[in-house]
């Protein structure tokens, strides 16, 4: 993922021109999903395989 981290980890697409973004933290077993306007709201916590087939069905356009 293009974008700018720090030091704990946390990157942020280099699209976000706001506070209000999405985070995202990629760990060995799992990837954290946060908005950065709230760092302490509650995270999206995925398998890494579950986050692939995520992001693969918003690039499709898939909608129910």
């Known amino acids: 993922m293009a ?16 506070t209000n973004c999405v985070q995202v933290r990629l760990e060995p077993d799992r990837v954290i999903v946060r908005r950065s306007a709230d760092e302490a709201a509650p995270q999206l916590v995925f398998h890494p395989d579950d986050c692939q087939l995520f992001v693969a069905v918003l690039k499709a356009g898939h909608r129910r």
Do not use: E, N, Q
Request: net charge negative.
């Open 3 to 18: 974008g700018s981290g720090s030091d704990d980890g946390w990157k942020v697409s280099g699209r976000c021109d706001t």
